[in-house]
């Protein structure tokens, strides 16, 4: 285990580059939880601890979205701690507090239980007797009802990893400045990927791997990759030391136990007539699929789980989806096979008549939330009033629940227990949240209030979201945007010009955040 000072001087070197975590937010944990019979407590008024909490960026995210709820967050670095400490500060939220605390220190008198506990990237990445005191404390701080979310790399997909992972590890041996093993380790993946003189099957692993790392940021490279430790676990062997602690296995983050991922018919029945229970299930699945990353849904061992289906429970849910119509005003009472996608590309094609008109419904609601019956029960009476007829709406409905369950399973919809502050209009004096200004002014991804990170990659965005605190106008902000702005000789026709631009970039910038969720 490295000593404080080592870790220190890493972090001061590469701090780790936190930002927000949906899948961690009590809203997507609470939702899981509630399709398995598990009331977990409201994520509007409930108590979360992070073990590992980095920078804060997610704990500090949560406590601006969730003001009525409290927030604890723990890391052995001072450097991060301070950090989490200055952003806390700026937002000026009393509903979170930061705290350099070794793990091992910890016990049930140090900040109580908790509702939902939370450990993304950690687990993996620290001594045995740590990750044994991680699971200890998830035993003894969870409350009855309660919640862990756990990540951890997974086997046996990260033995593909591990190839590059050792590779780079020999290369950079006796190195000890983390800015020069980082990047002598990156040159050599990228060369060993390219003159790699074994096998085929070698070469191609190891040219994945590297393709894999390209994109991934210094700290990443030096905190995962060419860490001391990273263990990675079979699903079962990780449930079982689990269960030594009292807890049980929930589900996988963002997948109902009773929804199987996007595997081939015969892989299904294969895994079905095999597995005696949802562990074993779970464990073929990886197999499989070579898994190498999982994040893990843990209760308690005495709450009683619902492992099969109840279509009603859908019922009790909000709906969220990015999925937009291509072809914006079709009607959607036809037969005809339409096409919805997301700003990121991904799409999906139906021709069934009421989820066509349940994911058109999703573009005059923006991405917020709305009810299932609101949702699902209003595109029918749309429907209806248009002049289509059905014989058995019940049956439509369940078609519906089917395939938007599909849609979870691809990340294309996602389920709510409440609602966020997103607005799905834009107000007179339009305001983004307090967290969202402070992470535009670093550079870099923004998070929603849904917590989805954005890229903002222009000038004119970063500026205006620093005008976006609520008491200016739409006018009023053309103005200060002018006046920020404007470079060019201080003539009228050549303002005006410029001015108009700004006018039409604003309120395209507008519309495009009222769409993913910023304007609160």
């Known amino acids: 285990m490295l000593e404080n000072d080592d870790i220190e001087i890493t972090y001061n070197d590469f701090p780790y580059l936190s930002m927000t975590v949906p899948d961690t937010h009590p809203d997507s944990m609470a939702s899981i939880a509630r399709f398995h019979g598990l009331e977990s407590t409201s994520p509007l008024k409930c108590r979360v601890l992070e073990l590992g909490c980095g920078n ?18 723990i890391d052995l670095s001072k450097y991060h701690i ?48 740590v990750s044994e005191k991680l699971l200890d404390l998830y035993g003894k701080l969870l409350v009855p009802n309660g919640v862990g979310y756990i990540s951890y790399n997974a086997l046996p997909g990260f033995y593909l990893r591990q190839l590059m992972r050792d590779s780079m590890q020999f290369h950079v041996r006796g190195i000890s ?41 210094d700290s990443n490279i030096c905190h995962d990759d060419l860490s001391a430790f990273n263990n990675p676990f079979y699903f079962s062997d990780f449930i079982g030391r689990s269960e030594k602690y009292g807890l049980q296995f929930l589900a996988e983050s963002g997948r109902p136990t009773f929804l199987p991922p ?18 074993e299930s779970e464990q073929y699945i990886d197999l499989f699929g070579c898994t190498k990353f999982r994040k893990t849904l843990l209760c308690r061992s005495e709450v009683s ?62 991405s917020h939330e709305v009810s299932f019956e609101e949702l699902v029960i209003g595109s029918r009476d749309d429907l209806i009033q248009n002049g289509f007829n059905c014989d058995d709406w019940d049956k439509e409905i369940k078609t519906t629940v089917s395939i938007l369950l599909q849609l979870y399973i691809g990340d294309l919809i996602r389920f709510h227990v409440s609602k966020s502050a997103a607005l799905n209009y834009i107000p007179e004096k339009p305001r983004v949240s307090d967290f969202a200004r402070l992470q535009a002014a670093k550079g870099g991804r923004v998070p929603t209030n849904q917590g989805v990170n954005i890229e903002l990659s222009d000038d004119f965005t970063r500026e205006l979201f620093a005008l976006l605190k609520g008491d200016m106008t739409r006018d009023e902000l053309i ?42």
């Open 177 to 217: 400045k983390p800015s020069e093993f980082v990047i002598k380790a990156r040159t050599f993946a990228q060369f060993l990927s390219e003159n790699a003189i074994g096998a085929p099957l070698y070469n191609e692993l190891l040219k994945s791997e590297f393709d894999e790392m390209i994109d991934r940021e």
């Open 479 to 520: 103005g200060a945007l002018v006046a920020k702005l404007f470079t060019g000789k201080d003539k009228n026709s050549e303002r005006e010009e410029f001015t108009e631009k700004i006018s039409e970039a604003l309120d395209g910038s507008l519309k495009q955040m009222v769409r993913v969720g910023f304007l609160v």
């Open 305 to 366: 789980l619902n492992r099969e289906f109840n279509s009603n429970a859908i019922r009790q849910f909000y709906i969220s989806s990015a999925l937009r119509p291509d072809l914006i005003g079709k009607k959607a009472a036809n037969q005809e096979t339409e096409k919805y996608t997301t700003n990121s590309g991904s799409s999906f094609e139906t021709d069934h008549l009421l989820t066509k008109a349940v994911l058109t419904s999703f573009d005059s609601n923006e």
């Open 262 to 279: 996007d595997l081939p018919p015969q892989v299904l029945e294969f895994i079905e007539n095999n597995s005696k229970n949802v562990i």
């Open 56 to 73: 804060g960026s997610n704990l500090n995210w949560m406590a601006s979205v969730l003001p009525d709820s409290e927030f604890i967050g």
């Open 82 to 129: 301070d950090q989490a400490r200055e952003a806390l500060a700026k937002l000026g939220t009393n509903n979170a507090s930061f705290h350099k605390r070794d793990l091992l220190e910890l016990d049930e008198k140090s900040f109580g239980k908790f509702d939902y506990i939370v450990a993304h990237g950690l687990f993996s990445w620290v001594p045995e007797v």
